[in-house]
């Protein structure tokens, strides 16, 4: 036996990386995802060229949709050129020729980490969110065939068992990224670890939302026009993180979600997190057309 007899002739790989076999069980597990929304559907990850826990299951939602004529936008954590965002963008576009942009509106698919874009969405445009553990109440129950059975029995006690807690030993609730929300009136999930910030905007959202786990292997779907609640108890408001006051110090926009960059002397400045949307508002200050599209939110409040 010689090496050349373990090795096959070069050939090309499938449109957009992934075998057809793969992309029929990813449409398939979409479609029953759209079909129910909030509730998650198992699928077979395949391995992709990156590491699991870094947008493998975005990746996978993305590669699968995608065609020659898609627009690609992808993001971490609000930003465009981030390594992790860069790499993603330029390998969807090698495998599949379709081309890229750092422009919100003129996305056709726009893979995110962390992030929704300030701009809204339309009815043409799909949002891939990466999402690192999909299930709620994994910090309540840890045993998953439990789990399982309360998503069943819609039976989200504990969950609300835990923001009561908080209350009473806080005064606040204080949980941050992955706010659970009641999709539907039915499953609640764990939006990705976007910030609150960003939860309202897949309530009634005319874009399709689609959330994917590489590494846990489940995918789940928020459908254009769906319900989508915050748990919360009437007497205490959903509260969004308070950024309205903040002002960016590059772009001079003001309203938006903001990252605080520490400052040597313990100081801190701020940054719009949406970095195309600050490249924007430069481009208004120095005179040229902006594009700025509706956003979500106009002065710290949910507008959309």
């Known amino acids: ?158 969950l609300w068992l835990t923001l009561y807690e908080q209350i009473v030993r806080k005064g606040r609730i204080m949980q941050g990224a992955s706010y659970p929300a009641l999709v539907n009136g039915r499953h609640v999930i764990t939006p990705s670890p976007i910030p609150r910030w960003d939860v309202p905007k897949l309530h009634m959202s005319k874009h399709l939302t689609i959330l994917s786990a590489g590494r846990e292997k489940r995918i789940f779907a928020v459908p254009p026009f769906t319900r989508v609640e915050p748990l919360v108890f009437s007497d205490r408001p959903y509260l969004v993180e308070d950024h309205a006051g903040l002002t960016c110090q590059r772009s001079g926009l003001s309203g938006f979600f903001m990252n605080e960059l520490p400052m040597d002397g313990g100081g801190s400045r701020f940054e719009v997190s949406d970095s195309n949307l600050g490249i924007k508002a430069i481009r208004r200050t120095e005179g040229e057309p902006d594009g700025i599209g509706d956003t979500w939110y106009r002065n710290g409040e949910y507008s959309a």
């Open 1 to 158: 036996m010689s090496l050349a007899t373990l090795t096959k002739p070069w050939a090309a790989t499938s449109y957009g990386f992934l075998d057809a076999s793969a992309k029929r069980e990813l449409r398939r597990k979409m479609l029953k995802a759209v079909a129910v929304p909030g509730c998650q559907m198992p699928y077979a990850s395949r391995e992709v060229p990156m590491a699991r826990g870094w947008g493998t299951g975005g990746l996978q939602v993305t590669l699968t949709l995608v065609n020659p004529g898609s627009v690609i936008k992808v993001i971490d954590q609000g930003a465009d050129d981030g390594v992790n965002a860069a790499s993603i963008r330029r390998f969807v576009s090698s495998v599949s020729g379709a081309a890229q942009t750092w422009d919100t509106l003129d996305a056709s698919i726009i893979q995110s980490r962390h992030r929704i874009p300030e701009e809204i969405l339309r009815e043409n445009q799909v949002l891939v969110l990466q999402v690192p553990d999909p299930e709620p109440l994994r910090d309540v129950e840890s045993n998953i065939s439990i789990a399982r059975q309360m998503h069943a029995d819609a039976d989200y006690g504990k």
